[in-house]
């Protein structure tokens, strides 16, 4: 996987015995409660990573933990969708960021991990239908019907589509069955995009939030023709955000997993008391423009600063509701390969939801 890697090269003191004091709770030291913490870790360069490292928050939280430096690794245009899921595989990366749909799927195909975190349910915003501005012949849901449409395949960007389109009577094709409205995979969102700017595809899928889709809807070249229903079972269930860890990563090193939540946590509360700045950190990191960057914070559909899930039994429910609408509406993928209940609720790691030994659901993060 080909990455340009952003270093974040804080040292922290040796770590030292005795306990850690947070929000109340007292917690044994990690390298007598469990395996020494790695020196370094790597996330995921994004908003709210970005926001932490430059306010220091990331440099506190590790360090309480032991761990001495982190990696900020950003991922290159040119690479696909899915391959966070490979990065937590193979070990790039502690943690992985994916909505439920095309995590589980990485799950079912066999990737070790376990859940971390969930999400509130989605929106309608999230994960709209376009078609291309200059396109005057389709403006609804309906006049897609035989029309070509483009998108990743183990994405959002295909299971909002799928409700959407099943619910109006006009199901994508699939390896199984030749529906109303002709589908292509495109890994690429960028590819897929050009696609659909050029009139080589129809229609396609995506978050406007997401670095390629912003700029262009921002300039007016997008128009939106549907959103998944607030009711639905992509809004509710699927289409939530998880974090997710090799199961022996989080095994090993609880504490470590509790200090990236955290760390989210506390950059999400800043980062909505302190917009304008925070749009000025991602502008710089992310090297994005800045009304690119406001947008990416504030829009409705982002979803680096959603509220967490802390039931870990609803966080299960979601997901096991989910596979059973995308079974019984003919999902190719998940025909052939269904967790059964008692996989998914090992796919939720429950020590990091309410009431679990390493929770943040009974922190307090006000600086006030």
Same mark, same amino acid.
């Given at each position: ?5 952003? $270093? ?5 003191? %040796?770590?030292? &015995? ?25 996330? $995921? ?13 990331? =440099? ?25 899921? %490979? ?10 960021? #994916?909505?439920?749909?095309? %995590? ?7 990737? !070790? ?18 078609? &291309? ?7 609804? *849901? ?7 449409? @483009? ?19 006009? !199901? ?21 995009? $050009? ?24 300039? @007016? ?25 090799? $199961? ?17 946590? #506390? ?7 302190? *917009? ?58 998940? *025909? ?27 922190? =307090?993060?006000?600086?006030?």
């Amino acid at each position: 996987m080909k990455t340009n890697e952003r $270093q974040t090269a804080w040292f922290i003191p %040796a770590f030292f &015995s005795g306990a850690i004091w947070v929000s109340g709770l007292t917690f044994a030291c990690v390298a007598n409660a469990e395996n020494a913490p790695p020196e370094n870790i790597n996330l $995921q360069l994004q908003t709210w990573t970005a926001i932490a490292e430059a306010k220091g928050i990331l =440099r506190e939280e590790f360090g309480k933990v032991g761990v001495k430096k982190v990696n900020l690794i950003a991922q290159s245009s040119g690479e696909l969708l899915g391959a966070e899921s %490979a990065a937590v595989g193979g070990g790039t990366l502690a943690f992985a960021q #994916r909505m439920i749909y095309p %995590a589980f799927v990485q799950k079912a195909n066999g990737i !070790p991990a376990v859940i971390v975190w969930l999400s509130e349910p989605s929106n309608r915003y999230r994960t709209p239908i376009f078609v &291309s501005a200059a396109n005057k012949n389709i403006n609804t *849901v309906a006049d897609l019907d035989g029309k070509k449409f @483009g998108s990743s395949r183990v994405s959002c960007y295909w299971s909002a589509p799928f409700e959407i389109l099943n619910n109006a009577g006009l !199901p994508l094709d699939s390896r199984l069955k030749k529906g109303r409205v002709r589908y292509e995979n495109i890994e690429s969102p960028a590819v897929a995009i $050009q696609a659909l700017l050029s009139g080589e595809k129809d229609a396609t899928a995506g978050h406007l939030a997401a670095n390629q889709f912003t700029a262009p809807y921002l300039q @007016g070249k997008f128009k939106k023709i549907a959103g998944p229903a607030d009711t639905g079972v992509y809004a509710n269930y699927g289409g939530r955000v998880s974090y997710f860890a090799h $199961q022996d990563f989080a095994a090993k090193y609880p504490s470590v997993v509790r200090a990236f939540l955290r760390s989210r946590e #506390r950059a999400r509360d800043w980062t909505y008391d302190h *917009v304008d700045e925070a749009a000025q950190i991602v502008s710089k990191a992310l090297r994005i423009p800045e009304d690119v960057a406001k947008f990416q914070i504030t829009h409705l559909g982002q979803w680096d600063f959603m509220a967490g899930e802390p039931d870990a039994n609803k966080a299960r429910h979601a997901i096991k509701e989910f596979q059973k609408w995308y079974v019984a509406h003919g999902d190719d993928i998940l *025909v052939d390969k269904q967790l059964t209940d008692k996989q998914i609720d090992g796919f939720i790691d429950g020590k990091f939801f309410a009431g679990g030994s390493h929770s943040i659901y009974s922190d =307090r993060f006000s600086t006030y």
